[in-house]
């Protein structure tokens, strides 16, 4: 397995998670964990966005670029 780099490569794990769990490939635990991490990663851009913008800045945030 790859590390995800970027935004997108997240989504498209995001919708291999949700494929495998309506399928029965994925548990539900394991399901509700990766989408829990998900969630606190998107948690953590969407932080550093709001303080850069607080400082009026604009960051370059390599995860969010699309490839």
Do not use: W
Request: aromatic share 4%; hydrophobic share 35%; glycine share 4%.
């Amino acid at each position: 397995m790859e590390n995800i780099k970027t935004v997108t490569e997240l989504r498209k794990e995001l919708l291999s998670v949700f494929n495998g769990l309506r399928s029965g490939d994925i548990e539900v635990k394991v399901a509700s964990e990766m989408n829990n991490c998900a969630g606190k990663i998107i948690k953590s851009v969407v932080t550093q966005l709001e303080y850069s913008s607080l400082r009026d800045e604009k960051p370059q945030i390599e995860f969010m670029k699309c490839h």
